[in-house]
Structures are given as structure tokens and as C-alpha cells.
């Protein structure tokens, strides 16, 4: 959640209950007495803080997104190099794959089971999905590819389908995305990469 979002009001409460409650077990299914159960708020509270359900999907993605980035981008300072830091955001979902409780992509989730590219939870998870490409196209640049944009998005379709397969499958990735995005890089990259 953001830092402005309070946890212990019952905006905060709501929005950590619809965040885990919609990527747990999805959106159409969590109705609003439950949400609000969970949340500990009556429903005239939810709809006096957010106007529709629709509202709240979106805002309780868009509090959780930078953690959720967070938990999957290499820290700044890890000292590795862009190669290495690519491969990093690969290998953290093969171990996150391997989990019981791995749900997927929350950003991925959310756009695929409202099928609305224009309702506001699928613009907050598109966001969220380019700063992911944002950051492949980033680090792709600094290693020297030929076409950084285009590495990028190769890269982000790599994360969201070994995601899905995840899930689909109900089993680990045993390291293959690691293993494709790191073939996507040997060839756009060539020897140099590997040297860098």
C-alpha cells in the first residue's frame, strides 16, 4: 500500500482486504459483504469511501502495485549488472512459481479476468505491467542491445506467459524462465553481454 494509505483506518483495512482478497480468489468471486467482512467495515463505510466495487479494485491494485514491483525488481544497490539484474526479476518468479500460494501476476490477474481494457483497474495494471517493460527496456540499454524496446517487450511477454503457465499447471517453473529470458538476451545481446 502507499505510504499516504493508513492500514488501520478502514480505507487502509478495505484496501489490504480487497488486494489480497481479489488476487487470492479473483475478483468476480469476492463479493462486497465479504470484502467487508474480512475488512471489518459495514457496507455503507465501503460506499462511502469508494463509489463502486469498480473503484476499489482499481485503488487497492494501484496501493499494493509499488510493493508488488518492489518484491520483484533487483534493490538498486544489489551491485549487479544489467545482464544479472534482468536475470534476477526471472529468477525470483521460477522460485515464487514454486509455491503453493503462488497466485500469478496481481497486474496480469486483474486485466485478464475484467476483459475491459478501458475499465480503471486494466489502466492501473497496464501501468504497472510498463513500468516492468520500463525497466527490462532500461536495463537493455545499459548492456548495449540492438533494440532495447523491442528486448523489452520480448521479455515482459517471457514474465507474464511463464506466469501463467505457473498457474495453469499448479506447478513450478523449475527455472525456465530464467532460462528463455536468458536466451532472448544471448541473442540480442551476443558475446558482449555475456562479457559485461
Known amino acids: 500500500m502507499t505510504s499516504t494509505t493508513n492500514p488501520a483506518t478502514p480505507r487502509g483495512r478495505l484496501l489490504r482486504a480487497a488486494a489480497e482478497l481479489f488476487h487470492r480468489e479473483g475478483i ?9 467482512q474480512v475488512a471489518g467495515v459495514s457496507k455503507r463505510t465501503m460506499y462511502q469511501l469508494f463509489e ?11 496501493a499494493c502495485g ?5 518484491a ?11 545482464r544479472e539484474r534482468i536475470l534476477a526479476v526471472f529468477a525470483h518468479l521460477d522460485e515464487l512459481s514454486g509455491s503453493a500460494e503462488f497466485r500469478g ?10 476483459r475491459d481494457p478501458d475499465h480503471p483497474a486494466s489502466v492501473v495494471a497496464r501501468g504497472y505491467k510498463d513500468r516492468l517493460t520500463d525497466f527490462f527496456a532500461e536495463q537493455a540499454r545499459l548492456a548495449g542491445a540492438r533494440d532495447p524496446q523491442t528486448l523489452a517487450r520480448q521479455l515482459t511477454i517471457v514474465y507474464d506467459g511463464s506466469a501463467s503457465r505457473a498457474v495453469t499447471q499448479g506447478v513450478g517453473l523449475d527455472g525456465l524462465a530464467a532460462l528463455t529470458a536468458s536466451a532472448l538476451l544471448d541473442a540480442q545481446l551476443g558475446t558482449a553481454m555475456s562479457e559485461a
Open 28 to 36: 468476480a468471486t469476492t463479493g462486497v459483504e465479504r470484502l467487508c
Open 52 to 62: 463502486t466495487k469498480d473503484a476499489l479494485v482499481a485503488e487497492s491494485l494501484d
Open 66 to 70: 509499488p510493493a508488488v514491483v518492489a
Open 72 to 82: 520483484h525488481l533487483p534493490d538498486q544497490a544489489s551491485g549487479l549488472g544489467p
Open 105 to 114: 501476476c496481481p497486474f496480469l490477474n486483474t486485466a485478464v479476468e475484467l
